[in-house]
């Protein structure tokens, strides 16, 4: 069966970094879209990043950009997500999905994770 665990999530200090990662399995995980979608308290779920089956096709959400980095490691079955210089606005539940088209928003992908949580707070 398809699974998607996401790791890595966890407390840190706004302006600091992290690596969350999702790890797939039950699945030809080369061939599909990779998204990182994460929900604030009260807020919907929105995409964050999205890496396409081939490694040279990402999307970031604007808010994101130039501190966020979706990287893939198809040999590892895993795609991370570094997240530089943090902001309590980050602070979200953070999941990884996985479709064989992907695209930037949750509809558009069949597989989900359980989620991580990202606190940031000084």
């Known amino acids: 069966q398809v699974q998607l665990v996401e790791s890595g999530g966890g407390l840190v200090q706004p302006g600091g970094s992290l690596r969350l990662s999702c790890a797939g399995s039950?699945?030809?995980?080369?061939?599909?879209?990779i998204g990182w979608f994460r929900q604030a308290p009260g807020k919907g779920r929105e995409g964050v990043s999205v890496v396409g089956s081939s490694a040279d096709s990402t999307w970031y959400a604007d808010s994101v950009k130039g501190r966020f980095t979706i990287l893939r490691d198809n040999g590892k079955n895993t795609v991370y997500l570094e997240m530089n210089r943090l902001e309590p606005e980050d602070t979200a539940d953070y999941y990884c999905?996985?479709?064989?088209?992907?695209?930037?928003?949750?509809?558009?992908?069949?597989?989900w994770g359980q989620g991580t949580q990202v606190t940031v707070s000084s």
């Open positions: 999905a996985a479709d064989r088209y992907g695209g930037s928003k949750p509809g558009q992908y069949n597989h």
């Open positions: 039950g699945f030809d995980f080369a061939r599909y879209a």
